[in-house]
C-alpha cells in the first residue's frame, strides 16, 4: 500500500473539491445553447437567445400572472385507488412518488386573485405530476374551479398542460370530460368569461374537453396542441403531415387558435382581456414626462393636428403660446369608444 498516493491525495483533492449544483445550467432543447438556470428562471423560464419555452410549475405560474398574493381553494378529496390498479407499480405508489415530487396533492391547482386589478379565478394543471392526466382530482378540481368563478362572479383562466386521460383510473378518468365540460356550461349561461390558455403539451381527452371550450383560447409559442400523435395519425392515414402540424402557430393560421402570446406577453393580454369581456373600466395608462420642446405639429393616434401660425405683425408665437394651442386641439378631439366584446 502507498501511503502517499492511496491516502494523502485523495484526501487533499476532497479537501479542494467545489461541489456544484446538478441544475446550475440548462441546455436549450432547440439550439443545445447553455444557459444559467438563475437567467431562465428570471426571463418566466423561456430560454434568452432562442425563446423557447420551457414548461413551468403551477407556484411559478400562478406568481407570473397574479399582481400580488392570491387565495388558495381547497379541492375536495376524492378516493384514491378506486380500481386497485398495478402496472410495474402501484398507482398508489405513483401518487405518493408524485406528491413528494412536486408538493401538489394532484395535478390541478386553483386560486383566486387580483390580476390586474380585477378579482378572477386561475387554475392550473402541471405537467409534472403524472404528466398533468385528468383523474378524478383533476376533474373535481376544474369543476371546483368553475363553481368558484360562477359562485364570486368572476372570470375564470384556465392553463393547461396534459398528456390525457389518467389510464389508471380507467372509465372514471373519462368521465371527468362531460362533468367539466356541465361545469363551464354554467359559466357560459352566467355570462362569465372563460379563457384557455394553451401550454405544452395539450393532447387527448383533455384536448377534447374543457380545454377547447374556451371563449378565447390563447397558445404559447411552440405547443402542441392535439388530440392524437403526430406519428399515429401518419400511421393511420398513411400519409406524410404537413410542417409545424399540432404546433401552437399551425393552429393558429387554421383557426383552432386565436392568438399565439409569448409568456412574456401574457399577463398583459390577459389583462386586457378580461378588463375588454367583463366591460370594466380601461387601466389608466402611465403619464408619460413632459417633452422639452414643443413642436409645430403633434399627433393624436395617427392623425396629425397642424397650428396654424397667425397672420399679422406679432410674427412668430412663442413656445407656451404653441404649447397651449396643442393642448387645446388635443382636448377639443374626441375621445374613441370603449369597444365591446359580445359573447356568447
Known sequence: MNWISDVVRPRIKTLFKRETPDNLWIKCPDTGQMVFHKDVEANLWVIPGSNHHLRMGARDRLASVFDGAWEEIA???????????RDEKRYVDRLKENRAKTGMPDAVRVAVGAVGGLDTTVAVQDFAFMGGSLGMAAGEAIVTAAETAHARRTPFVLFVASGGARMQEGILSLMQMPRTTVALRRLKEARLPYVVVLTHPTTGGVSASYAMLGDIHIAEPGAVIGFAGARVIEQTIREK????????????????????????????TLVTLLRLLTKAPALEAATAAAPQAVSLEKRAGDAPLAIERPQGDAGETDAADAEGRVERLAESRPEPAAPETARG
Open 241 to 268: 403531415l404537413p410542417e409545424g402540424f399540432q404546433r401552437a402557430e399551425y393552429l393558429k393560421e387554421h383557426g383552432m387558435v386565436d392568438m399565439v402570446v409569448d409568456r412574456r406577453e401574457l399577463k398583459g
Open 75 to 85: 379541492l375536495p378529496e376524492v378516493a384514491t385507488d378506486p380500481l386497485k390498479f
